[in-house]
């Protein structure tokens, strides 16, 4: 059974930054990737970033980019969101997922999730 659980959440002010944590079990995740997603009340949930396990390709969403990493640690069975320039358009529940491709569209789906973390980012 995978287990996705993600921390770092939190309140930071515009322009600050945080680190989202997704600490995976139940693997082998060798033949997957992981992915960020994120929901505020009311949108959709929206592609945020994506990394292979392997660590060869990342994928981000435009609003994003520049801004945000992903990146993984193997030996910790880890994924991380470094979150820099922060927005309030940023603001939103963030959640890790287990993913087939780092490319998002109609080919890509998602095995598991996380039960998310609360980034606000206040003005």
């Known amino acids: 059974q995978v287990e996705l659980v993600e921390s770092g959440g939190g309140l930071v002010q515009a322009g600050g930054s945080l680190r989202l944590s997704c600490a995976a079990s139940?693997?082998?995740?060798?033949?997957?990737?992981m992915a960020w997603f994120r929901q505020d009340p009311g949108k959709e949930r929206e592609f945020v970033a994506a990394?292979?396990?392997?660590?060869?390709?990342?994928k981000y969403a435009d609003a994003v980019k520049g801004r945000f990493t992903v990146s993984r640690d193997k030996s910790k069975n880890t994924v991380y969101l470094q979150m820099n320039s922060l927005k309030s358009e940023d603001t939103a529940v963030y959640y890790c997922?287990?993913?087939?491709?780092?490319?998002?569209?109609?080919?890509?789906?998602?095995?598991?999730w996380g039960q998310g973390t609360q980034v606000t980012v206040s003005s």
């Open positions: 997922a287990v993913v087939n491709t780092i490319i998002p569209g109609p080919t890509q789906s998602v095995a598991s």
């Open positions: 990394i292979n396990w392997s660590g060869l390709g990342t």
């Open positions: 139940g693997g082998p995740f060798s033949d997957s990737a």
